[in-house]
């Protein structure tokens, strides 16, 4: 396994990678080849922010990007890479397989030098068309298939998918160490997996809270389902209602179904919560929202790799609080960048909250910290620049 994000080599030693792309001499990136993102466009969440970024910076190192969505839903509405080529290839059902010949025209047509897959279903399906195109193969391993979700039969499923397209992927890149370490468990995969961290676009802060503001709007983004742990942020926030701490939840995103929905308000219900939270639904302006949040909460159970939002809260200038799960350690030290609470505890999530907005933690600090550690080491460009690194390895180039 090999952290691209530092060049530290697990077995192998390995050049130092270039800090910018392939310049030149007129200062702009030589073109070097042409990938295929191979996603699957349902939703507009963390690992299809990371697509989105990917095809818009990857030129800068010398790569042309594509995305072929095989569930053209929310991303084509939502995605800002405008310069890249946007195909629908979709599906019909799970196990409908006629997009592999679609996308073998386009690798073909296009003269695509590699697919690059993103999710397990992508991974079957990246896999049959790169080996029919004869082109290399990458997956992006964006969280832990076997935990995706509340359900072992779909986990069970989604990991068997993938694990068919991992074995036919020239290289692996997983989003964070956790991830890198999972994937090394088959030892057929271990000179194949690479780390590279997610990373988001550094932005303008948030501005320091008022002198003498009393009331707290704590944040929480995503799309929400089981897995996401938002029953517990309910049962936190209650909890410190309940205390007398002047705090409110801006909950922003989508829910997974209309019946998870249903679920969720009537649990706010049952705790009394109506009046103290707001559902944003949707939304493409992430930054604005992160504005109005003095606390950022993510209350996962299990199942993340690297979360993006962490990240995007992160750089923005909003105090994080989150669970210490998967790869959200690697990004939040405890009291140094933010705050950690054990999955599926509400006294002690509340009770961090409560330790933050009371000033155990010092406010100023963390997110001061929190800044200057997205920018060392998660930024948009260093993603990007890893990834390419990649490409350049498997295509030699």
Not at 89 to 101: A, E, F, G, I, Y
Not at 159 to 171: E, K, L, P, T, Y
Not at 337 to 352: H, K, Q, T
Not at 390 to 397: D, K, S
Request: net charge positive; glycine share 10%; with cysteine.
């Amino acid at each position: 396994m090999l952290d691209i994000n530092t060049l530290k080599p697990t077995g192998i030693a390995l050049e130092e990678s270039p800090s910018a792309g392939v310049v030149g001499a007129s200062g702009s990136a030589c073109r070097i080849g042409r990938v295929l993102h191979v996603i699957n466009g349902e939703h507009y969440s963390g690992a299809e922010r990371v697509q989105d970024l990917l095809a818009g910076r990857l030129p800068e190192f010398g790569f042309e990007a594509g995305l072929a969505c095989v569930k053209p839903s929310r991303f084509p509405l939502a995605y800002r890479s405008r310069d890249a080529l946007l195909f629908s290839t979709p599906m019909k059902s799970k196990w409908d397989l006629r997009p592999v010949r679609q996308i073998v025209q386009l690798v073909r047509g296009g003269r695509f030098d590699l697919v690059h897959a993103h999710t397990p279903r992508t991974a079957l399906i990246g896999a049959m068309a790169a080996a029919l195109a004869r082109v290399p193969l990458v997956c992006h391993v964006h969280s832990p298939a076997a935990r995706e979700s509340t359900s072992a039969l779909r986990n069970l499923a989604g990991a068997m998918v993938g694990h068919f397209g991992f074995r036919r992927a020239a290289a692996l890149i997983a989003v964070s160490q956790s991830i890198g370490r999972r994937l090394c468990r088959w030892s057929r995969f271990r000179d194949r997996v690479f780390v590279v961290a997610n990373g988001v676009p550094g932005r303008t802060p948030r501005p320091a809270r008022a002198a003498g503001e009393t009331r707290w709007t704590l944040g929480t983004i995503g799309l929400f389902r089981p897995r996401k742990g938002l029953e517990v942020l309910l049962q936190s926030l209650a909890l410190l209602r309940w205390k007398g701490v002047p705090v409110v939840l801006r909950a922003v995103g989508e829910f997974e179904t209309p019946e998870y929905r249903r679920h969720v308000l009537a649990r706010a219900d049952a705790l009394g919560l109506a009046e103290s939270i707001e559902w944003t639904g949707f939304v493409r302006d992430i930054d604005r929202q992160l504005a109005r949040m003095d606390v950022f909460v993510l209350p996962s159970l299990f199942g993340e790799g690297l979360p993006m939002v962490v990240l995007e809260a992160m750089a923005g200038g909003v105090p994080v609080v989150a669970t210490c799960v998967e790869g959200t350690p690697e990004a939040i030290r405890h009291g140094q960048d933010g705050v950690l609470v054990e999955p599926g505890n509400p006294r002690a999530l509340a009770e961090a909250i409560s330790q933050l907005l009371r000033g155990q933690f010092d406010w100023e600090a963390l997110r001061s910290s929190a800044l200057r550690r997205h920018e060392e080491c998660f930024s948009d460009r260093s993603m990007t620049a890893g990834v390419a690194e990649v490409y350049r390895r498997i295509l030699g180039r």
